[in-house]
């Protein structure tokens, strides 16, 4: 009988990323959101290899955070549109993540970002667990998660068709509405960035604004063909340079191209 047993393949109690669904079927609700993701994650990708030199941590893109087990599994979970986890490996026993189980792996996102198409009202849902569940099929609101349950310390709700930006810092079990500083961006200490909107063209997009990172200083984040034209213009601007000199060496009399 032992020998049976042993052979029997048991699952485990609380499901992993391999056995929940890694997509809700829904649309993305714009065409704006997977390029404002990329943005995103690009030009912060410096940062996080400074803080993360090993190569701990995650980054998750429209994908589900489970924070507690139902039928069907989709109802107990939330998936932000940009979220970042410190401290943890982006891949699990060596398989790419489908979803992030908060019940294996305990550590929440840092921040969270939504973007928003309507007014905001989804994403600024506080409804309770317990109210949700006395109607069928219902969800608690994604705010009351975020804080309650998750407990994701930064939260930023961007409305794409106002150009409106709202970020939350959890504070004594409560979110509390953040104020932007001087340059209308709002600090998240913990990645020594600043978050706030750009007005600019991005990849076959036209201009508009872009939820974009600064850093303490103020000086944008850039993304990887933002900086490779950066380096152009200044490897440009070396050679005018070099050139206007060489010509005044000419005037002078002397070759600059002369062998000593």
Known sequence: ???????????????????????????????????????????????????????????GQDCGIYWRETDPPEKGAEAPDWFYVPGVSPRLDDKIRRS???????????????F????????????????????????????WVYQQIIRI????????????????????????????NERDHYPIPPLAVELGLWQGSYLNNPEQLWLRWWDEDGNLLLVGKEEAEKERHRALAAEQKAAQLAERLRAMGIDPDAEE
């Open 153 to 180: 310390p930064y939260y930023a709700i961007y409305e794409i068709n106002n150009a409106k930006l709202e970020v939350y810092h959890l504070i004594d079990f409560s979110y509390q509405k953040m104020q932007p």
């Open 1 to 59: 009988m032992s020998e049976i047993v042993a052979d029997i393949d048991i699952p485990p109690q609380f499901p992993d990323h391999t056995q929940l669904p890694e997509s809700n079927g829904t649309f993305v609700k714009n065409f704006q959101e997977h390029p404002q993701s990329i943005i995103l994650t690009d030009s912060i990708a410096v940062v996080l290899q400074r803080l993360h030199p090993d190569g701990q941590y995650c980054i």
């Open 100 to 114: 992030y189980v908060l019940w294996r792996e305990y550590i929440p996102p840092l921040i969270a970002i939504e």
């Open 116 to 143: 928003a198409s309507g007014n905001g009202d989804e994403e600024r849902d506080v409804t309770p667990l317990r109210l949700a569940g006395s109607r069928e099929g219902a969800k608690p609101g994604k705010f």
